[in-house]
C-alpha cells in the first residue's frame, strides 16, 4: 500500500493523481492522507516497491471530465480522493461506463456533483451578510455560512462576479473569502494536528471572548456575539496579509441579518430597467462527446420516459395541467415530494404559497396551466430524511422534449418562470435569476416574466425578508396579467 499525503485541494490531489497515472500505480494500491496546507508536500510519488517503474502514457482528459472531478472534489469524504482517483484510473483504462449514472461509481460521482451544486447554490443564494457602518472603513459587507463541504472558492468567485466594487468577507468555520472591489483573496488558517479540511469532521469548539487578542477591534460587531467581532478581527490580519489572530474552529451562526448584498448590488445597476423588455443571449449549441452522448428521442408517452435517470427514484413523472389554451403558463424547476406521491403539480407547501400569492396578483389558479422543467421528483438522502435536489443541466437537457411539448400545444402568450432553473429552461441559456427580476424577457417571440420560486420564500427565516420575496412574486404574477391582457 502506498502512502499519498496531499493537502486538500483538487490541484494537489491532480498533480499527483497524474504522476501515479504516469506509473501505472493501480487505486487499491493508494492510501490517501489529507494534510494542512501549511505542511510541506510529496515532491515526487514513487511506484509501490519499485523505484524504476516503467512509465505509462495516459489518454488526454476532456475537460468536462476533469470540471466533473473538480466539483466532486468539494465534496467532504473520506473516500473523496480515492473515489476521483479510482474514475479516472477506470476512465484512462478505457472503461467509459464508468461516468454512467448505472455504474456504482459513477452514481457516488452524479450523487456528490449534485450535492456540491445544490449547497453551493444555497450557499451563494441563502449566505447571511451585514451592512456594516462605513465609517469604519471595509469590507462594506461581512457575511457568515456554515457549508458541509468545501465550497468556499467557488462561491467566493460567484459572489465576486455579483458585487461589483462593494468589498465583502465571507467567512466559514474553515477559513474566510475577501474582495476589496478588485481581487479576490481566499484565507485558510492552519488546522490543529488531526483536524481535517471538512466540516463536519471537526471538534464543534464555539470560540469565546475570551479567544479575542486584545484590541480585535471591539465594538464593531453589529451584534453582541463576540463571534463576530472574532471574525472582524480575522479579516483586518487577513486582509493586510498578517497571520491570523486565532485558530478558527468553529464559528456560530449569529442571528439573520439584513437584506442580501445581492439586492443592493442589483438596485445600483438597474438604474430604471424594470419596466422595459429586455432579451437574453443564445445558448450555443452543446458539444456532444464520448463524456456526454446524444440523448435517446422519447419512445413513448411521458409516464415511460427514461430519457435520464431521475425516473429510477421518482415515483412517477408529474405532468402539466390546465386549460390547453391557457394564455398564462407557469413554470417551476420539478415536482416536491407531495408532487410526487400524487400526481399533480404545484400541490405541496410551495403550492399553497404560490395559491396566495396568486389571489393576491388577482388570478385563478383554474385559468393558468402548471408544470415544471423536470418532470420527476430528484432528491437525496440526508439525515434519514429525502431532501430536494437541483436538476443537473443534463436532467433539464433530457425534459426539454417535454417542456417544448407543452409550450407548442398550450402557446401561452405569457410565461411565468419560478426559480434560476426554469428560466434556464425556458432561455436556454446560463443566466442569473437576480439580472432578471423585475423584468420582461423578450425570447424567441415570447414573453417570459421571472420570479423567484415560492420555496425560496419558504425557506426564509426572516419575516421581513420572506414578505418582501413573495411581494416580489405578486408583482411579477400582475405584469404577466397585464401583458397577457394586452396580448387578447
Given at each position: 500500500m502506498k502512502r499519498i499525503s496531499i493537502e486538500p485541494s483538487f490541484a494537489a490531489w491532480r498533480r499527483a493523481a497524474r504522476e501515479l497515472l504516469r506509473q501505472g500505480v493501480e487505486p487499491e494500491r493508494i492510501e490517501w492522507v489529507e494534510f494542512d496546507s501549511v505542511d510541506t508536500g510529496i515532491s515526487s510519488v514513487a511506484a509501490p516497491g519499485n523505484s524504476a517503474a516503467p512509465v505509462v502514457a495516459t489518454p488526454a482528459i476532456p475537460r468536462e471530465l476533469l470540471a466533473w472531478l473538480k466539483t466532486a472534489a468539494c465534496f467532504c469524504a473520506p473516500d473523496r480522493w480515492s473515489l476521483l482517483y479510482r474514475i479516472l484510473w477506470?476512465?484512462?483504462?478505457?472503461?467509459?461506463?464508468?461516468?454512467?449514472?448505472?455504474?456504482?461509481?459513477?452514481?457516488?460521482l452524479d450523487q456528490r456533483i449534485q450535492s456540491v451544486e445544490h449547497e453551493t447554490n444555497d450557499l451563494v443564494t441563502l449566505t447571511l451578510f451585514r451592512r456594516r457602518d462605513?465609517?469604519?472603513?471595509?469590507?462594506?459587507?461581512?457575511?457568515?455560512?456554515?457549508?458541509?463541504?468545501?465550497?468556499?472558492?467557488?462561491?467566493?468567485?460567484?459572489?465576486?462576479?455579483r458585487m461589483g466594487d462593494s468589498t465583502w468577507m465571507l467567512a466559514t468555520p474553515r477559513g474566510a473569502a475577501f474582495w476589496n472591489g478588485m481581487l479576490l483573496r481566499i484565507s485558510q488558517p492552519a488546522a490543529d494536528d488531526g483536524e481535517t479540511s471538512c466540516p463536519e469532521h471537526q471538534q464543534q469548539n464555539p470560540l469565546t471572548t475570551e479567544a479575542l487578542p486584545p484590541g480585535a477591534m471591539a465594538g464593531e460587531a453589529t451584534t453582541s456575539e463576540p463571534t463576530e467581532a472574532l471574525w472582524l478581527a480575522y479579516y483586518a490580519s487577513a486582509f493586510n496579509g498578517a497571520p491570523a489572530p486565532v485558530p478558527l474552529r468553529y464559528w456560530r451562526t449569529p442571528p439573520v441579518g439584513p437584506p442580501l448584498p445581492a439586492q443592493l448590488a442589483r438596485e445600483r445597476s438597474r438604474l430604471g430597467a424594470q419596466s422595459g423588455t429586455v432579451t437574453?443571449?443564445?445558448?450555443?449549441?452543446?458539444?456532444?462527446?464520448a463524456v456526454t452522448p446524444p440523448l435517446r428521442e422519447p419512445t413513448g408517452p411521458l409516464a415511460t420516459c427514461r430519457r435520464c435517470a431521475l425516473w429510477r427514484n421518482a415515483k412517477q413523472a408529474v405532468a402539466g395541467?390546465?386549460?390547453?389554451?391557457?394564455?398564462?403558463?407557469?413554470?417551476?424547476?420539478?415536482?416536491?415530494?407531495?408532487?410526487?406521491?400524487?400526481?399533480?403539480?404545484?400541490?405541496?407547501?410551495?403550492?399553497?404559497?404560490?395559491?396566495?400569492?396568486?389571489?393576491?396578483?388577482?388570478?385563478?389558479?383554474?385559468?393558468?396551466?402548471?408544470?415544471?422543467?423536470?418532470?420527476?421528483?430528484?432528491?437525496?438522502?440526508?439525515?434519514?430524511?429525502?431532501?430536494?435536489?437541483?436538476?443537473?443541466?443534463?436532467?433539464?437537457?433530457?425534459?426539454?422534449?417535454?417542456?417544448?411539448?407543452?409550450?407548442t400545444q398550450i402557446a401561452p402568450r405569457v410565461v411565468v418562470t419560478l426559480g434560476?432553473?426554469?428560466?434556464?429552461?425556458?432561455?436556454?441559456?446560463?443566466?442569473?435569476?437576480?439580472?432578471?427580476l423585475g423584468q420582461t424577457i423578450d425570447h424567441g417571440g415570447r414573453l417570459i416574466v421571472p420570479t423567484w420560486h415560492p420555496s425560496y420564500a419558504l425557506k426564509m427565516v426572516d419575516g421581513r425578508l420572506r414578505e418582501d420575496i413573495v411581494a416580489g412574486m405578486v408583482a411579477a404574477f400582475s405584469r404577466a396579467a397585464g401583458l397577457t391582457a394586452e396580448g387578447a
Open positions: 477506470r476512465w484512462t483504462h478505457g472503461e467509459r461506463h464508468v461516468l454512467d449514472p448505472q455504474d456504482a461509481d459513477g452514481a457516488l462605513p465609517s469604519m472603513g471595509p469590507p462594506e459587507f461581512v457575511g457568515w455560512y456554515e457549508p458541509h463541504h468545501d465550497l468556499l472558492a467557488q462561491a467566493a468567485e460567484r459572489f465576486a462576479e437574453v443571449p443564445e445558448m450555443p449549441p452543446l458539444e456532444y462527446s395541467a390546465g386549460p390547453a389554451q391557457a394564455a398564462l403558463m407557469v413554470v417551476g424547476e420539478q415536482p416536491g415530494e407531495h408532487e410526487n406521491q400524487h400526481g399533480a403539480p404545484f400541490t405541496g407547501p410551495a403550492g399553497q404559497l404560490l395559491d396566495t400569492v396568486l389571489a393576491r396578483a388577482g388570478l385563478e389558479r383554474a385559468a393558468l396551466y402548471l408544470t415544471y422543467a423536470v418532470k420527476h421528483y430528484k432528491w437525496e438522502t440526508l439525515e434519514q430524511q429525502r431532501v430536494h435536489r437541483t436538476p443537473a443541466r443534463r436532467e433539464v437537457e433530457a425534459c426539454q422534449y417535454w417542456l417544448e411539448h407543452e409550450l434560476a432553473t426554469a428560466l434556464k429552461a425556458l432561455t436556454g441559456a446560463h443566466v442569473n435569476l437576480s439580472e432578471y
